[in-house]
């Protein structure tokens, strides 16, 4: 597959994967197979579509990760959800109806486990114009991803219970798609502030945890109504919510204090936020940039390190079938990804078109794991040269390192 833009798209070009409608969360505007014409380039331009995935050989074996059956289902659980945010905005007295999107998460789950190898998470799944719905859509999926690659350390972590109990993630993708529930219920100045800054430190915005929490408690199982809780709190203790304790101040969790699944969507929030950007219409950030938000805060003690090890196992630093700027200058086409390595994937100079087929020439591989006088330096247009990062030891981004979990939690 080769990612473009619609103002890169030309007539010919043959879809690879569905475009949804941006607005419209699970509405299919083209499916697999379709082909573009000046038209259908024209009207996706109009709506405003953020990226085509084209039929391209030379990383057709993305297909591989990549499920249109997950991204349907996944689109329908968004659709659940928006239905339910919009209720509850136009009464805020109304229910949420637990019964509408909780079988929507379950059969997300099982569709991502009957296509075992729909393992990338591909940037702008939903990209719809509610930026509540759309955190809470994405923040969902990857969690999903991240907690099945994690199954022998959800099993580790969650030792109370059978292996098989812990290894069920569809509690994890409940919390997950309502972590911010809350923020329904905030005041409407606060919720305003916090879509334009993040500023994480606004006691107003925070409450957004306590209010979701006893919105759903009771309604969904305890180990999901924890996560919307908990999905704040920090491995070193500096979280929120804080909670009384017999004697001496009020203090978060710390470490494994914080159940596995809260940790896990702490990781998928602190992602998707760095790529949504504060700030009305500011364009999605590469995916570098918000794997770089989540390896700083990691490498400070804040997030789960062998959940940074799944984020990078299911989220490539630049896409294979995405075009990027070396600083030799060089535009090439990613083919090729190393989640122990992301910011070093495997390239192709681009050198042309081919006039008979209007696909892209290509030169040979470069591995820029190999090459450490070569780095990207642009990405979707954007600079990246001092976005990107590379392991401090060995392991670090190495997924099957987190079977060693416990030497890596915080043991204060």
């Not at 637990?98 to 729909?118: I, K, N, Q, T, Y």
């Not at 309502?178 to 100045?189: E, F, N, P, Q, Y």
């Not at 925070?206 to 305890?222: D, N, T, W």
Request: hydrophobic share 45%.
């Amino acid at each position: 597959m080769l990612r473009v833009s619609p103002k890169n798209a030309a007539p010919g070009m043959v879809i690879a994967l569905p475009v949804f409608h941006p607005q419209k969360p699970g509405h299919v505007l083209l499916k697999p197979g379709g082909v573009l014409d000046a038209d259908i380039i024209t009207a996706l331009l109009e709506l405003h579509v953020h990226t085509l995935w084209i039929e391209y050989p030379p990383t057709s074996f993305m297909l591989r990760h990549i499920s249109p059956a997950v991204l349907a289902e996944h689109g329908r659980l968004a659709i659940a959800l928006g239905d339910e945010f919009d209720r509850v905005r136009r009464d805020v007295h109304a229910d949420l109806d637990f019964g509408v999107f909780c079988p929507a998460v379950r059969s997300l789950v099982h569709r991502l486990v009957d296509d075992d190898g729909a393992s990338v998470f591909i940037d702008a799944i939903v990209a719809a114009g509610d930026p509540l719905l759309t955190h809470g859509a994405n923040v969902g999926m990857l969690s999903l991803l991240m907690g099945l690659k994690l199954d022998g350390y959800l099993v580790e972590q969650r030792a109370r219970v059978s292996p098989r109990r812990a290894q069920n993630v569809e509690n994890l993708g409940i919390g997950a798609v309502l972590s911010d529930v809350g923020m329904l219920h905030i005041d409407t100045a606060a919720a305003s502030r916090w879509w334009s800054s993040y500023n994480e430190a606004d006691p107003a915005w925070r409450r957004h945890v306590l209010l979701g929490f006893e919105r759903v408690r009771g309604h969904i199982p305890a180990t999901a109504a924890g996560v919307v809780l908990h999905h704040h709190q920090r491995m070193d203790g500096s979280g929120f919510p804080r909670k009384s304790i017999v004697q001496g101040s009020p203090r978060a969790p710390r470490g494994q204090d914080i159940h596995i699944f809260s940790r896990i969507v702490a990781v998928a929030d602190e992602f998707c936020r760095a790529r949504a950007r504060a700030g009305v219409d500011q364009p999605i950030a590469p995916s570098v940039v918000g794997l770089r938000r989540v390896v700083d805060l990691t490498r400070a003690g804040k997030l789960d390190a062998n959940v940074l090890r799944a984020l990078a196992a299911v989220v490539p630093a630049y896409m294979p079938g995405s075009t990027v700027e070396l600083n030799n200058g060089r535009v090439c086409v990613v083919t090729g990804w190393d989640p122990t390595r992301p910011c070093s994937p495997e390239v192709r100079p681009l050198i042309g078109h081919d006039p008979g087929t209007r696909e892209h020439v290509l030169g040979a591989p470069i591995n820029l794991a190999q090459q450490p006088a070569l780095s990207i330096v642009r990405s979707d247009g954007e600079p990246v040269a001092n976005t990107n990062f590379h392991p401090e030891r060995f392991g670090e981004f190495d997924l099957r390192a987190a079977q060693s979990a416990s030497l890596e939690l915080d043991a204060a």
